[in-house]
């Protein structure tokens, strides 16, 4: 018979785990993200806006899970540097669009590198990876749904 599992041991908790895996994501991503001269948060923005474009900054937040007032400096530094543009809707000018740059568009090139660094390190696990991506995504919906009940 198996003896139990402590249910606050550190090595059997799924958050400590998610926690550390997120950590080596980030130790692992920093040089190849630097390169691109982009922090992680700000290449999840490319990577939404690469994939829809002219996007209201509320519906760039809530794909990103970040709110109006993590997201409008992180999109107000990349608008700096020439790599986006804010702009009011012409519909509603309470909302406003973020758009590419031709250089922000340029940057998705460069960036192919990192999913393929990823690939290559993870090379004979990719059956795995999409079972723990998807397990995760089922996971995150579990928790946020459990945030709304009474």
């Known amino acids: 018979m198996a003896p139990e599992k402590d249910p606050l041991k550190l090595d059997s908790m799924l958050c400590f785990a998610v926690y550390a895996a997120g950590h080596a994501f980030t130790r692992f991503y920093k040089p190849r993200l630097e390169a691109l001269g982009l922090t992680y948060p700000q290449y999840l923005v490319f990577l939404v806006l690469w994939e ?9 937040g809530d794909k ?7 997201i409008t400096p992180l999109v107000k530094r990349l608008e700096t540097r020439g ?3 804010r ?11 973020i758009f590419l ?3 922000g ?3 998705r090139e460069k960036a192919l590198a990192v999913p393929l660094a990823v690939g290559e390190a993870l090379a004979g696990e990719l059956e795995a990876v999409d079972t723990l991506r998807d397990g ?3 996971l995150r919906e ?3 749904g459990g945030e709304h009940k009474g």
């Open 142 to 144: 579990r928790l946020a």
């Open 52 to 60: 829809s474009d002219g996007l209201t900054v509320k519906a760039l």
């Open 87 to 97: 702009q009011r809707d012409e519909e509603d000018e309470r909302q406003v669009r």
């Open 64 to 70: 990103l899970f970040l709110d109006s007032g993590t």
């Open 83 to 85: 790599l986006l543009r």
């Open 136 to 138: 995760l995504h089922k």
């Open 101 to 103: 740059t031709h250089e």
């Open 105 to 107: 568009r340029g940057l």
